[in-house]
Every structure is written in structure tokens, then in C-alpha cells.
């Protein structure tokens, strides 16, 4: 398995922006698909981003197209959420997520390591 740390979070207001990063060690970065999901209180967690290996495929869920970017720096053993024009439905704890898979996967049950979380809070 890989560690992974997530940093980047915090209190903004609606229209602002963040980066959230996902620092990797313990295995070959570039191994792993990475993925970002989110969990809001009283719901389940959900995806919202994914990028495979080499970067160059990425997905996303619809209540994030356009406004969120996700990209991986194998070099730096990282990989990034930068978040666009949050709204404070996007208020929830963030979570990176790796996947021994070249591919890019979107369930949960596809990750096999997970970060401990960043919180991200969204005020109107």
C-alpha cells in the first residue's frame, strides 16, 4: 500500500477557490491510480475525481465538471484537486484515495489506500 496526506483545506466562501494535494510515499507513485472523494455529514461518501497513472485520462462527477481540475505530479509523488467557484454544497471532508490499477476507477471498492482526510467548508 501507499500513505497518503492530504492538505490544502479550509474556510472560504461561495465563488472561491482551493487546491487540495495528496502527498504519496511508501510505493511507486506512478503505480497508482489516484482518486478524490468527499464525504458531507449524515451522507455517504462520493466520488468526485479521478486520473489514471500517466495523468492523460481523467473523470469526474457532474456536480463538479467544469469547476473542479485533478492532475498528478509523478515526480513529486503527488497529486492535486484544484476546486473552482465552490458552493456550499461542496462543504464536506476530502479525501485522496490510490488504486493499484493503471486505469481510471471511480468506486471506492477499486482503492486500495486512503488519506485521512481535509476538511472543506463553504460559506454562502
Known amino acids: 500500500q501507499v500513505q497518503l496526506v492530504e492538505s490544502g483545506g479550509g474556510l472560504v466562501q461561495a465563488g472561491d477557490s482551493l487546491k487540495l494535494s495528496c502527498a504519496a510515499s511508501?510505493?511507486?507513485?506512478?503505480?497508482?491510480?489516484m482518486g478524490w472523494f468527499r464525504q458531507a455529514p449524515g451522507k455517504e461518501r462520493e466520488f468526485v475525481s479521478a486520473i489514471n497513472l500517466n495523468g492523460l485520462s481523467t473523470r469526474y462527477a457532474a456536480s463538479v465538471e467544469g469547476r473542479f481540475t485533478i492532475s498528478r505530479d509523478n515526480a513529486k509523488d503527488t497529486a492535486y484537486l484544484q476546486m473552482h467557484n465552490l458552493k456550499p454544497e461542496d462543504t464536506a471532508v476530502y479525501y485522496c484515495?490510490?488504486?493499484?490499477?493503471?486505469?481510471?476507477?471511480?468506486?471506492?471498492?477499486?482503492?486500495?489506500?486512503w488519506g485521512q482526510g481535509t476538511q472543506v467548508t463553504v460559506s454562502s
Open positions: 484515495a490510490a488504486a493499484r490499477v493503471s486505469w481510471v476507477v471511480t468506486s471506492p471498492t477499486d482503492f486500495n489506500s
Open positions: 511508501g510505493r511507486t507513485f506512478d503505480y497508482f491510480a
